[in-house]
T-cell receptor
Framework: GAVVSQHPSWVICKSGTSVKIECRSL??????MFWYRQFPKQSLMLMAT?????????EQGVEKDKFLINHASLTLSTLTVTSAHPEDSSFYIC?????????????FGDGTRLSIL | QQQVKQSPQSLIVQKGGISIINCAYE??????FPWYQQFPGKGPALLIA?????SEKKEGRFTISFNKSAKQFSLHIMDSQPGDSATYFC???????????FGKGTRLSVIA
C-alpha cells in the first residue's frame, strides 16, 4: 500500500537553530502534501497544505516565515522550523494522497518529534 | 469552531466487548469520512472510511455506521482486543484536493 516516510523521527536541538523535516511519498506521486502538528494527547491540527511547484497555503495563525515549506518534487516536501524555540516543540506529521482525485485515501508518515532545549 | 465533534474522549472496554465511538459534523459539503488509529509515537493509520451514499461499511471487526440526515457517523469495534488500545480519530473532508479535518480523538483502553 501507499507509504509516506518522514525523516528524522526524532530531533533534539538548541533554541535558535533551524530544523528541516523531510516527507517522502515512497510509492506514489503526490501533488499535494499536508503538514500537521500534534501536541500530547491532542488532535492533529493542520498547519499548511504543500503544493508541488507552488507556494504552500498556510492555516490561520501559522507563521509562514517560521515554518518554511518546500515541495520541490512530486515525492518530496520539506518543513523547516526556523529559529526554533521551546514552544515549537511538538510532534509534526506529514500526509499525502496519491494523485489529485477524490477516491484516494490520505496516508500519514510516522511523525517527527521535535524537542527544542 | 470545531467542524467534527467526537465522543467519548476516553473509553474503557472489556476484552471481547464492543467499542463504540461517535462523531458528528456540521458541514454538509463533507463527502468522505475516514477513521484513523494512532499508537503512541506513530502517525495515524487509516482503518476504514465511508462515503455518504452508503449507511454502513464493514471491514473485519471494524464497522462504520453513517446517518446522513443526523450528520453523524460512528465506529464499532467488535470483539475488542488489548491490541486495539490506541487513540482513534474520526475525520472528514469535502471534495477536491482538500485536507482532512479531525475530531479530538478517543483514547480506547481494552482491558483483559
Amino acid at each position: 500500500g501507499a507509504v509516506v516516510s518522514q525523516h528524522p523521527s526524532w530531533v533534539i536541538c538548541k533554541s535558535g537553530t533551524s530544523v528541516k523535516i523531510e516527507c517522502r511519498s515512497l510509492d506514489f506521486q503526490a501533488t499535494t502534501m499536508f503538514w500537521y502538528r500534534q501536541f500530547p494527547k491532542q488532535s492533529l491540527m493542520l498547519m499548511a497544505t504543500s503544493n508541488e511547484g507552488s507556494k504552500a497555503t498556510y492555516e490561520q495563525g501559522v507563521e509562514k516565515d517560521k515554518f518554511l515549506i518546500n515541495h520541490a518534487s512530486l515525492t518530496l516536501s520539506t518543513l523547516t522550523v526556523t529559529s526554533a524555540h521551546p514552544e515549537d516543540s511538538s510532534f509534526y506529521i506529514c500526509s499525502a494522497r496519491p494523485g489529485a482525485t477524490d477516491n484516494q485515501p490520505q496516508h500519514f508518515g510516522d511523525g517527527t518529534r521535535l524537542s527544542i532545549l | 469552531q470545531q467542524q467534527v465533534k467526537q465522543s467519548p474522549q476516553s473509553l474503557i472496554v472489556q476484552k471481547g466487548g464492543i467499542s463504540i465511538i461517535n462523531c458528528a459534523y456540521e458541514n454538509t459539503a463533507f463527502d468522505y469520512f475516514p477513521w484513523y488509529q494512532q499508537f503512541p509515537g506513530k502517525g495515524p493509520a487509516l482503518l476504514i472510511a465511508i462515503r455518504p451514499d452508503v449507511s454502513e461499511k464493514k471491514e473485519g471487526r471494524f464497522t462504520i455506521s453513517f446517518n446522513k440526515s443526523a450528520k453523524q457517523f460512528s465506529l464499532h469495534i467488535m470483539d475488542s482486543q488489548p491490541g486495539d488500545s490506541a487513540t482513534y480519530f474520526c475525520a472528514a473532508r469535502h471534495s477536491g484536493n482538500t485536507p482532512l479535518v479531525f475530531g479530538k480523538g478517543t483514547r480506547l483502553s481494552v482491558i483483559a
